[in-house]
């Protein structure tokens, strides 16, 4: 069955970035002049997956109104003559058929996904996750879903990473296939210590998942940080071989982290760089500004 469903998990308070988000999702913090979550639909939709669900809380209203239209907003830039700006309001709004669901109790990913059983059905389907932006000259989602249709299987990104850094992530044992970007993940756990984590190979925020994940995650207890993981679904799986196990696609791209403070910034700064009307400039700034700072 081709893939056409996106699940976006958006319910995060984001206090990370307190005071920024206490009235606004972290969600809609610009990464340049986009709002990241705009970024990850696109993404989706690129990949041809043009039904999203988003997976959402309170305070997160500026969410549906971003993907809606803007009539108000329209005419005036119509009136103006600023067809440029027009654009770029219309496109968001034309993007992909939106969806959104409330999280109402905050009880992890895991939980999250699972608010979206009644939308999905039994079809596989997409997650993605808002704070990690994958480089759109890059392609991993395309190559997960074909990953996903060839091997019948869950399907997550992986990513090396510093083995200082395994404590924010979840973390694959992986035996090697024929298919020198794919894996097999034979077990996955959430968030270890450097000095228990099974490898350096994190799963980054893209998951292509068989409908089976529902009713393993029904069952699945609250694990790490008392919260319903979606690592721990996609663990038993790997170990009962339920939907065909999980297989891994290891990503070398280009990914940005949204996830603090620090990241975002590295993120504005690495998009930035890349962008015609800006980088130049940008560019030739910093590195006056870095001689001098
Ligand atoms: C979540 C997942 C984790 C994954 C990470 C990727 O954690 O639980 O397994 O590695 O996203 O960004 P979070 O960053 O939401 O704490």
Do not use: C
Request: proline share 5%.
């Amino acid at each position: 069955m081709p893939i056409s469903k996106a699940v976006i998990p958006a319910a995060g308070l984001g206090t990370r970035f307190l005071p920024a988000t206490k009235a606004m999702p972290k969600e809609m913090l610009p990464v340049v002049d986009k709002p990241a979550i705009q970024y990850v639909v696109e993404e989706a939709v690129n990949a041809g997956l043009h039904d999203v669900l988003m997976v959402t809380g309170r305070n997160k209203n500026a969410l549906e109104n971003h993907f809606d239209r803007a009539t108000e907003l329209e005419a005036v830039l119509t009136r103006k003559g600023d067809q440029r700006r027009l654009e770029e309001v219309v496109r968001s709004t034309n993007l992909a058929t939106m969806h959104y669901v409330r999280q109402r109790d905050p009880l992890g990913l895991g939980h999250a996904v699972l608010r979206a059983h009644m939308h999905v059905g039994q079809e596989p389907f997409a997650v993605l996750l808002g704070d990690d932006l994958i480089d759109e000259r890059d392609v991993l989602l395309e190559r997960m879903i074909a990953v996903h249709d060839s091997h019948a299987a869950n399907v997550v990104a992986l990513m090396e990473v510093e083995p200082s850094q395994t404590h924010l992530y979840g973390i694959a044992t992986v035996e090697a296939t024929e298919e020198s970007d794919v894996v097999r993940v034979t077990g996955l756990v959430e968030k270890p210590r450097p000095e228990d984590a099974p490898s350096n190979l994190a799963v980054i925020g893209r998951y292509v998942l068989q409908p089976e994940v529902f009713s393993v995650l029904e069952d699945t207890p609250a694990g790490s940080g008392g919260e319903i993981q979606l690592t721990d679904a996609l663990n038993s799986m790997a170990g009962s071989g339920l939907g065909g196990g999980v297989a891994g696609v290891v990503f070398t791209g280009r990914r940005y982290d949204t996830g603090d403070r620090l990241d975002y910034l590295k993120a504005i700064v690495q998009v930035a760089a890349t962008r015609d009307d800006l980088g130049p400039e940008m560019m030739a700034w910093l590195k006056d500004f870095v001689a001098t700072a």
